[in-house]
């Protein structure tokens, strides 16, 4: 059976020009691992009134719900389970989405045992349950987790600092377009995407919060 998504990539690699090495520069910059990296660190620092130690909450937070979920990935790439560090094989995507849920949900246990700020706890919540969309939906589509995680990133900014915070807006654009250009996504994968990451970010953030 021809797998759609490597058919789709290769389109895209026939097809090279600027807007190729600008559309994997945006997909770099904004991958889902270091968008909730940054994302959690500011979420802690905000919680803490700008201390110091709303930032080591953030990080601690961040270990379990970007770091370990990213170096189970990168080890996988290595071993040769997996493609990339992007898992573009929905296939293969089952397996670090789940270890990646047992992280966050491990992570989300022991902040709450150590008093962790509600903020941070809420954020960590909300990923677990994206996680949660995420495992369930790749079971029979792709859907962009870029996407997801960068409406979902404005979302939560958006409850905690404001409307302000929309004049970032273009960039989700950004983000589906680089997706769809390198041929990772179909329009609709990318709109799905957004519109569930954004829905479970700004739900769970901001009951739990």
Do not use: C
């Amino acid at each position: 059976m021809i797998d759609r998504d490597l058919v789709a990539d290769d389109v895209a690699a026939a097809r090279p020009g600027p807007g190729l090495r600008v559309a994997r520069i945006v997909t770099e910059l904004t991958a889902p691992a270091v968008l909730v990296s940054l994302l959690t660190v500011v979420i802690g620092w905000h919680s803490a009134q700008g201390r110091l130690s709303g930032v080591g909450w953030g990080l601690v937070a961040v270990f379990f719900a970007s770091l370990l979920p990213m170096a189970y990935i990168v080890g996988g790439v290595r071993r040769g389970r997996l493609t990339d560090h992007h898992v573009r094989v929905r296939e293969q995507r089952r397996n670090p989405l789940l270890f990646g849920l047992g992280s966050v949900a491990a992570g989300l246990a022991l902040l709450a045992v150590l008093g962790a700020p509600r903020p941070v706890l809420a954020l960590v919540a909300a990923g677990l349950v994206g996680l949660v969309v995420a495992v369930t939906v790749s079971q029979w589509w792709k859907m962009s987790i870029h996407s997801a995680v960068a409406v979902g990133t404005l979302a939560v900014l958006l409850v905690t600092f404001g409307v302000w915070v929309l004049v970032a807006t273009p960039l989700l654009g950004l983000v589906g377009w680089s997706r769809v250009r390198l041929g990772d996504h179909t329009p609709a994968q990318v709109l799905a995407g957004g519109v569930l990451g954004g829905l479970v970010a700004a739900v769970v953030f901001t009951v739990l919060r």
